[in-house]
């Protein structure tokens, strides 16, 4: 018995078929037409509803732990204590000038030597201790990483070897 035929812009076995639209010009040509590939249905009614924003702001924490260590330590914690030292050094910006914020950070100038103190000695702590810290500790992660990739053999083989090679040999001179 032959099948019956699916009706135009409709799908049949998986294959979408195009349906023809008459389709006339601005300028009052002739008519023409326009093939346009049928979209799918609309989901029905019922589905679960889409995540919201809190549900999509839990889910982006969250697959921050697939990240790679040195990844998910910049995403948390280094980003904000660089976003600290950036907010200091803009507030040190609009209160003693940039060219002295700077100075200052990088030790070219005493905080003494500028107005208002108490903001310049906190970005001078800052530009002495936290900022290499952050950059020693990015650093000293990336080449540890690449020293862990190079590794040829385990820790726990080198140190069977070297305990082999310790001990007393059995077979020696008496």
């Given at each position: 018995?032959?099948?019956?035929?699916?009706?135009?812009?409709?799908?049949?076995?998986?294959?979408?078929?195009?349906?023809?639209?008459?389709?006339?010009?601005?300028?009052?040509?002739?008519?023409?037409?326009?093939?346009?590939?049928s979209l799918p249905p609309a989901p029905l009614p019922g589905?679960?509803?889409?995540?919201?924003?809190?549900?999509?702001?839990?889910?982006?924490?969250?697959?921050?732990?697939?990240?790679?260590?040195?990844?998910?330590?910049?995403?948390?914690?280094?980003?904000?204590?660089?976003?600290?030292?950036?907010?200091?050094?803009?507030?040190?910006?609009?209160?003693?000038?940039?060219?002295?914020?700077?100075?200052?950070?990088?030790?070219?100038?005493?905080?003494?030597?500028?107005?208002?103190?108490?903001?310049?000695?906190?970005?001078?702590?800052?530009?002495?201790?936290?900022?290499?810290?952050?950059?020693?500790?990015?650093?000293?992660?990336?080449?540890?990483?690449?020293?862990?990739?190079?590794?040829?053999?385990?820790?726990?083989?080198?140190?069977?070897?070297?305990?082999?090679?310790?001990?007393?040999?059995?077979?020696?001179?008496?």
């Amino acid at each position: 018995m032959p099948r019956a035929a699916a009706p135009r812009g409709t799908s049949r076995g998986g294959q979408l078929f195009c349906r023809i639209l008459p389709f006339t010009s601005r300028t009052g040509g002739p008519a023409s037409t326009v093939s346009r590939v049928s979209l799918p249905p609309a989901p029905l009614p019922g589905g679960p509803p889409p995540p919201g924003r809190w549900q999509r702001l839990r889910s982006w924490r969250a697959a921050r732990h697939a990240l790679p260590r040195f990844g998910f330590w910049l995403l948390s914690r280094g980003a904000v204590v660089l976003g600290m030292c950036g907010a200091l050094y803009v507030l040190n910006g609009f209160l003693i000038g940039w060219a002295n914020a700077y100075d200052v950070m990088t030790g070219i100038t005493s905080p003494k030597a500028v107005h208002p103190q108490w903001c310049a000695w906190l970005l001078s702590l800052t530009g002495w201790a936290a900022i290499p810290a952050v950059i020693g500790a990015a650093a000293g992660y990336v080449i540890t990483e690449q020293i862990r990739d190079h590794h040829s053999r385990e820790l726990s083989d080198v140190v069977d070897e070297l305990r082999r090679l310790a001990e007393p040999s059995s077979g020696g001179d008496s």
